[in-house]
């Protein structure tokens, strides 16, 4: 049986989208064309990819940010005869080129993102938006808001697929749980990590994360040790610390994914404090580990996988007593129902469904 042919426009070989990659070329013929290598923010270790079981081409552009440039290459590939084409660089120079030239020959496409907030819809930069949206065979969302992103922008509701967006493999899933159920206390005598209850938050130190927001909290919330990872502070972080004169705060840099690991094994509970995140797969990853989560309301992936006094709780952004409100009735409530209910929350969301989703759809239309 001949299977599919299917182009698919992206930025960046991310990892946990070269996998899903890999995933999806196992069962149709797969071309992904990436506008820049990796990206300028981060580290070396998002450039170790292969391309297995599909054909990756990094195409030659002008750069117009640290994940994105300007290809006009894709035209090129637009040329050629596709089964579907799938556009997942909607916002960027050479996902608006590629779009633009697809409207104007009547090209069929699909639109894909990891999820969306959606504005009011009006005014000179929405009505840019809704143009380059609307107009798709059909559309990929991770979930209600990313419908109503879609519907907001010139979708019909006919034309909206869902699928579980994730960086999570089958096995993953399964020696994650495996992992949540070791021994903390060891974990945490390696890590030399001394408080009895344990808070994690991964992210960049930049504004739109909120750690100062998770900071202000910890003040709340001072007997509570809370591990922030991902990056070094810059000096606003640390000054912040001082002035809060916070001992529960603690600061650990990049760390490998098997080096995460075994923070998310230490940890009780995980923080996301997030100004907008349009998913956030360290959601994802948190729940995998049985770990309930209290995030703002601006992310996506809590607003799609999180229920109040369940596996977690959100909380309005901007919010450091409420965020330290839900932290605290998670450690004192009912914690290994929760987190059951995390491992419960997180079991279909995996890679292998997320491609069986992908050519479910594009089989069927």
């Given at each position: 049986?001949?299977?599919?042919?299917?182009?698919?426009?992206?930025?960046?070989?991310?990892?946990?989208?070269?996998?899903?990659?890999?995933?999806?070329?196992?069962?149709?013929?797969?071309?992904?064309?990436?506008?820049?290598?990796?990206?300028?923010?981060?580290?070396?270790?998002?450039?170790?990819?292969?391309?297995?079981?599909?054909?990756?081409?990094?195409?030659?552009?002008?750069?117009?940010?640290?994940?994105?440039?300007?290809?006009?290459?894709?035209?090129?590939?637009?040329?050629?005869?596709?089964?579907?084409?799938?556009?997942?660089?909607?916002?960027?120079?050479?996902?608006?080129?590629?779009?633009?030239?697809?409207?104007?020959?009547?090209?069929?496409?699909?639109?894909?993102?990891?999820?969306?907030?959606?504005?009011?819809?009006?005014?000179?930069?929405?009505?840019?938006?809704?143009?380059?949206?609307?107009?798709?065979?059909?559309?990929?969302?991770?979930?209600?808001?990313?419908?109503?992103?879609?519907?907001?922008?010139?979708?019909?509701?006919?034309?909206?697929?869902?699928?579980?967006?994730?960086?999570?493999?089958?096995?993953?899933?399964?020696?994650?749980?495996?992992?949540?159920?070791?021994?903390?206390?060891?974990?945490?005598?390696?890590?030399?990590?001394?408080?009895?209850?344990?808070?994690?938050?991964?992210?960049?130190?930049?504004?739109?994360?909120?750690?100062?927001?998770?900071?202000?909290?910890?003040?709340?919330?001072?007997?509570?040790?809370?591990?922030?990872?991902?990056?070094?502070?810059?000096?606003?972080?640390?000054?912040?610390?001082?002035?809060?004169?916070?001992?529960?705060?603690?600061?650990?840099?990049?760390?490998?994914?098997?080096?995460?690991?075994?923070?998310?094994?230490?940890?009780?509970?995980?923080?996301?404090?997030?100004?907008?995140?349009?998913?956030?797969?360290?959601?994802?990853?948190?729940?995998?580990?049985?770990?309930?989560?209290?995030?703002?309301?601006?992310?996506?992936?809590?607003?799609?996988?999180?229920?109040?006094?369940?596996?977690?709780?959100?909380?309005?952004?901007?919010?450091?007593?409420?965020?330290?409100?839900?932290?605290?009735?998670?450690?004192t409530g009912d914690y290994d129902t929760m987190s059951s209910a995390a491992l419960q929350s997180i079991k279909d969301y995996t890679i292998e469904n997320m491609a069986k989703r992908h050519?479910?759809?594009?089989?069927?239309?």
């Open positions: 049986m001949k299977k599919i042919k299917i182009l698919f426009l992206t930025n960046i070989p991310s990892p946990y989208r070269v996998d899903f990659f890999n995933e999806l070329g196992k069962n149709c013929d797969l071309t992904v064309l990436f506008e820049k290598a990796s990206s300028d923010e981060r580290d070396d270790m998002w450039k170790k990819y292969s391309f297995n079981n599909f054909t990756g081409i990094v195409m030659n552009g002008i750069v117009t940010g640290v994940a994105d440039a300007l290809c006009f290459e894709v035209i090129k590939y637009l040329r050629m005869k596709w089964d579907k084409i799938i556009c997942a660089n909607v916002a960027t120079t050479t996902g608006m080129l590629a779009l633009q030239y697809m409207k104007i020959f009547r090209i069929p496409h699909w639109i894909e993102g990891d999820g969306g907030f959606a504005k009011s819809g009006k005014g000179l930069k929405e009505k840019i938006k809704k143009y380059f949206i609307s107009g798709a065979e059909g559309y990929f969302s991770t979930g209600a808001n990313h419908d109503k992103y879609y519907l907001t922008y010139g979708a019909k509701k006919e034309q909206i697929y869902r699928y579980p967006f994730t960086s999570l493999s089958e096995n993953d899933l399964k020696s994650a749980e495996a992992r949540a159920k070791s021994d903390k206390e060891s974990m945490r005598k390696k890590l030399n990590i001394a408080e009895d209850k344990v808070v994690l938050s991964v992210g960049q130190f930049i504004h739109r994360k909120a750690l100062d927001v998770l900071i202000d909290a910890a003040s709340r919330i001072s007997d509570v040790g809370i591990y922030i990872v991902g990056g070094e502070p810059t000096e606003e972080y640390i000054a912040q610390v001082e002035r809060l004169e916070l001992k529960n705060i603690h600061f650990v840099g990049f760390k490998t994914k098997a080096e995460l690991a075994e923070y998310y094994i230490t940890a009780d509970v995980f923080a996301m404090p997030t100004r907008e995140d349009i998913w956030g797969l360290v959601i994802n990853e948190a729940l995998s580990y049985g770990l309930p989560v209290v995030s703002s309301d601006k992310c996506v992936a809590a607003l799609e996988l999180i229920k109040n006094g369940y596996n977690g709780y959100i909380v309005p952004v901007e919010d450091s007593v409420a965020l330290a409100e839900g932290i605290s009735k998670i450690l050519l479910e759809v594009l089989s069927e239309n």
